[in-house]
């Protein structure tokens, strides 16, 4: 530019080194937990006899760390590395960035400590207790507060797409994390949620489909925008098609998590209003793989030729897969089929080890031999890698898929007598068990061609030099025009903090419209008056289901379809759950709904089933455990929980936390005495006592009209 000034600055490579080295240890660690738990699916054994490795306390850990550790530290060395080029300037402060990137170790450490603990909250992609949810929100403050600060000094006057999204993704998390997160402290590692069954559910559901959205999809996005032309140097297919892409995806994901909840106690017209707006994304959502493939346009000889193209290729095209199965499974009909079935573990699969997976692993590819200023190492390995992974998302999705159908339509099927074809549960899973041995072996290739990956980095690396700081030049921003005459979103993208707001404005008003009225209006959850609130060895026992995570494969739910009642009992009502704190409505059966369950059973029945399953039920594959009949509960927080309750408005006697502990003793003696008369001797402060309380509890507050099948 004629009689401009080019000012230089640096790049800093060091923290995009960092970031990517933390996706690929986690990513690892995250596959490999996976793998473990997809084995104890057919394997007990795998299990490994003790209460830290059960499946129901692994399955958090690992959704965990692939989610915040793999696809989280891949989102933040691609914005870290994106971010700086697009704006023409180095991110604001670089003690922020450092902050940022050690507090989100830290917090993935305290996510690998706690859980297997069985210090958890048991809600979906939420399971950290309060105090690492007050450091993820102050760690994706400082975040947040980076990008802003870098965006407020850039030198480049518009911001590009993939900066919309990047911002878009921040400004949601931060609203959904704080909101989900809402609960109140009972100790250190113990809090109960704010809100309080149907309440619950749609907060956890309005959070953890958009979790999906805003922090695995969104994000991902802006990478995609940023990256994929970069690889193929060719421009963005379709800058206006990116505009309507942007506004309707924030606008309407938002209003479809009560998609999650069809067919359950939560109101119909927050139901409708999920359903309404689920179908509307496969618009916007097919409009952005659209513009990604097209911009490719031209360059498919490059794509056969190029490892980092082909994972790109696949990558927006499971996008597109995943966000057409997304709509699909809204539908009622098609929610009926595969609700709690293995259906929703293959889709989101196809998202995550397709769209996440292969565009972080089509993003290292591309900047490590340019961090290290180098060639890739193999060509040959990267496609082998290509291979393993496509592989693997086929062994893994395409056993699920028929698994689901078989689950579903044997749940379904009646006799002509009309009788269920199979009242026992158990025969429905073991059917399956074929199947999951193939999804193990599906997330074992995945695995190997992740671990090919790190090979090839690291000799890509050693064979290069790395370049810490990348210097570049460009003139300062010009001081602020009038618009008038330009492209009406053109002068948005001139304004970051103006392009902010309005980006928080479309977030909120679907969350305010659907939760809301469901917090405030009484009527959207009638009481019934014959539900109590919890004896203080139930809630003892509540608490220890939850921390054994299983909720994992136990569903507390019972459709109002005729299979469900006559397999189950009455179909579930939303008074049933305002004192579920949290809600246990769960999302997958691998084992039998157990709404109500209490008094099915004789205690000794418990017990019997707890220290070995298969005693009780032949074939099954739930884990023992038996440590349950002797590790002893730690009681001398019941008054604690008893009074957190009471703020949260359940109707305990005045100072009833005073003598909490009388009733729990003596309910725990008449468990004890019931077991004995059948021949078992246990304490009364084990925990099999207490869980035991909590399973007879189950249901016994409401009539049974139709009673279940043994």
């Not at 994706?140 to 911001?159: D, P, Q, V, Y």
């Not at 996005?221 to 963005?236: D, E, F, I, Q, S």
């Not at 479809?256 to 067919?263: C, F, I, R, V």
């Not at 009455?570 to 709404?595: C, N």
């Amino acid at each position: 530019m004629s009689g401009t000034t080019l000012e230089q600055f640096s790049y800093d490579n060091k923290i995009v080194k960092y970031f990517g080295a933390a996706t690929i240890i986690w990513g690892l660690a995250g596959m490999l937990i996976g793998v473990i738990a997809a084995t104890q699916l057919f394997l007990p054994e795998a299990n490994l006899g003790n209460p830290y490795t059960t499946f129901g306390r692994i399955r958090p850990l690992h959704t965990n760390a692939v989610i915040f550790a793999f696809v989280g530290n891949a989102i933040f060395a691609g914005i870290y590395y994106s971010m700086p080029r697009l704006l023409k300037t180095p991110m604001w402060k670089k003690s922020l960035g450092w902050f940022h990137f050690w507090g989100w170790q830290v917090i993935i450490l305290s996510a690998v400590i706690t859980l297997p603990l069985g210090l958890t909250t048991s809600k979906e992609y939420a399971e950290l207790e309060w105090p690492i949810d007050i450091a993820i929100a102050v760690v994706w403050l400082a975040f947040g507060a980076n990008m802003i600060g870098t965006l407020l000094k850039r030198r480049e006057k518009h911001m590009y797409v993939a900066i919309w999204f990047y911002l878009a993704s921040f400004v949601t998390v931060a609203v959904l994390h704080v909101f989900n997160s809402l609960a109140l402290p009972v100790s250190f590692f113990k809090s109960y949620s704010a809100y309080a069954g149907v309440q619950d559910a749609l907060v956890q559901w309005w959070y953890g489909h958009n979790a999906v959205a805003f922090f695995l999809t969104t994000p991902f996005l802006g990478l995609m925008y940023y990256y994929l032309p970069k690889a193929a140097n060719r421009p963005v297919y379709s800058y206006k098609l990116s505009i309507v892409h942007f506004w309707s995806l924030i606008f309407i994901y938002i209003w479809a998590g009560p998609h999650h909840l069809l067919y359950t106690a939560l109101p119909e017209w927050a139901q409708v209003l999920g359903v309404a707006f689920s179908v509307m994304l496969i618009a916007p959502s097919w409009g952005g793989m659209v513009n990604g493939l097209l911009t490719l346009r031209g360059a498919w000889d490059k794509v056969r030729m190029d490892p980092v193209l082909k994972f790109m290729v696949v990558a927006v095209t499971a996008y597109g897969m995943a966000t057409f199965e997304g709509p699909l499974l809204s539908l009622k009909n098609v929610n009926a089929i595969a609700h709690y079935t293995d259906w929703i573990v293959a889709h989101v699969h196809i998202g995550g080890l397709g769209w996440n997976g292969f565009l972080t692993f089509s993003m290292l590819y591309w900047l490590w031999p340019r961090m290290w200023k180098t060639k890739l190492y193999s060509v040959k390995m990267a496609n082998t890698h290509f291979w393993l992974g496509t592989l693997g998302i086929l062994f893994y999705a395409l056993p699920m898929y028929v698994a689901a159908l078989t689950q579903s339509l044997m749940w379904k099927e009646f006799s002509e007598a009309g009788r269920l074809a199979y009242p026992n549960f158990l025969e429905t899973v073991i059917q399956i068990v074929p199947m999951y041995m193939l999804r193990a072996f599906g997330g074992l290739l995945y695995l190997s061609g992740a671990i090919l990956m790190v090979y090839n980095l690291v000799k890509t690396a050693g064979q290069g030099a790395f370049q810490e700081e990348e210097l570049d030049e460009a003139p300062t921003l010009a001081k602020q025009v009038s618009t008038s005459g330009e492209f009406w979103h053109r002068a948005w993208e001139r304004k970051p903090v103006f392009f902010t707001i309005l980006a928080t404005v479309a977030i909120l008003i679907g969350g305010v419209i659907e939760i809301v009225p469901t917090i405030l209006v009484k009527s959207n959850v009638p009481t019934i008056s014959s539900v109590e609130p919890y004896t203080p060895l139930e809630l003892q026992g509540r608490d220890l289901y939850i921390s054994n995570g299983c909720v994992g494969c136990h569903s507390q739910m019972i459709r109002p379809f005729r299979s469900e009642t006559e397999r189950y009992g009455e179909y579930s009502k939303a008074g049933e759950f305002v004192y579920d704190r949290p809600f246990l409505w769960g999302s997958k059966r691998t084992g039998p709904d157990l709404q109500r369950v209490g008094g099915k059973y004789p205690d000794s029945w418990h017990y019997h089933h707890m220290v070995d399953p298969r005693t009780m039920s032949p074939g099954s594959l739930m884990p023992p455990y038996p440590w349950m009949a002797t590790n002893m509960m730690d009681h001398s927080n019941v008054g604690a929980k008893i009074r957190a309750m009471k703020k949260l408005g359940v109707p305990y006697p005045e100072d009833y936390d005073q003598v909490a502990m009388d009733d729990l003793q003596y309910q725990a003696e008449q468990i004890v005495a019931s077991l004995k008369s059948s021949g078992v001797e246990v304490l009364p402060d084990t925990e099999i006592v207490a869980l035991i309380a909590y399973l007879q509890r189950l249901g016994t507050d409401i009539k049974k009209t139709t009673a279940a099948n043994p």
